[in-house]
């Protein structure tokens, strides 16, 4: 493909652009920072690639994938105002997400232990975790908004900030998996995604590329079901002020 054919795919950007002019959504301006945005990063990301796979260097792959938890970490963490704290808990979870996945899927040998592999499936895998924190967290604060009056009745019957807050965690850490178990329904039938696309547009056989997908699938459930159960265990605390008010957010 080349920089001219690319840039024909602008037209889809200035029709999305112009339909919220259109609607009035005022959506013109983040489109178009978005567009620049997204376009500048990948640029620069493909070209960082493409250096580390040459070089082939350990600490180099380290840095990237500390940068991709600390850019996650930081971009979910926005959906925790009013909870101090939340960014180190989040990258926590990420982190040990990262770790785990990782760990498995290079100590079973279900992937090569090259940058080829490693960053593609890390960059996935904290994509889906990132996504994951900020629903938990977003959902977490509306249910205790909404259950306030649960929450405090339980307290005052002598309960834990834990046993007050069980139900309602539930309830997040279930919404915050939502997207994940309706894409393990739907794919294959509804969607095709991106990796088995991408590897049968380079030529690979759909039965090769439908393996690396069911992979991809199970390694982002599981992931997902880790990050928000931990998310769950180390941020509870944080809808809480010192003397275990519920805090308004």
Do not use: C
């Not at 909870?83 to 990262?98: C, D, H, K, S």
């Not at 900030?161 to 997207?179: D, H, N, T, Y």
């Amino acid at each position: 493909m080349t920089m001219l054919s690319l840039s024909f795919t602008l037209l889809f950007v200035m029709a999305t652009m112009m339909i919220s002019f259109w609607q009035k959504l005022g959506l013109e301006k983040e489109i178009a920072i978005g567009t620049i945005r997204s376009s500048l990063q990948l640029l620069f990301i493909g070209y960082v690639l493409q250096y580390i796979f040459q070089t082939d260097h350990a600490m180099y792959l380290v840095i990237i994938i500390v940068l991709m938890i600390s850019v996650a970490s930081w971009n979910a963490s926005k959906r925790g105002d009013g909870m101090p704290g939340i960014l180190w808990r989040i990258a926590l979870a990420i982190a040990a997400v990262e770790i785990g996945m990782m760990g498995l899927l290079l100590g079973l040998h279900l992937i090569e232990s090259t940058p080829q592999y490693i960053i593609p499936l890390s960059g996935m895998t904290i994509g889906n975790a990132m996504i994951i924190s900020g629903l938990f967290v977003s959902q977490l604060k509306r249910e205790v908004l909404s259950s306030k009056g649960e929450i405090e009745a339980l307290l005052s019957l002598g309960a834990t900030a834990g046993q007050a807050l069980q139900e309602v965690r539930k309830r997040a850490v279930k919404f915050s998996m939502i997207p994940t178990i309706d894409g393990m329904k739907t794919v294959g039938l509804v969607q095709l995604p991106g990796m088995m696309t991408g590897m049968i547009v380079a030529g690979a056989a759909p039965v090769e590329a439908v393996r690396y997908q069911i992979l991809i699938v199970f390694s982002f459930t599981g992931s997902a079901a880790i990050t928000s159960i931990l998310l769950s265990i180390l941020s509870y605390k944080l809808v809480f002020t010192e003397d275990l008010q519920l805090k308004t957010f």
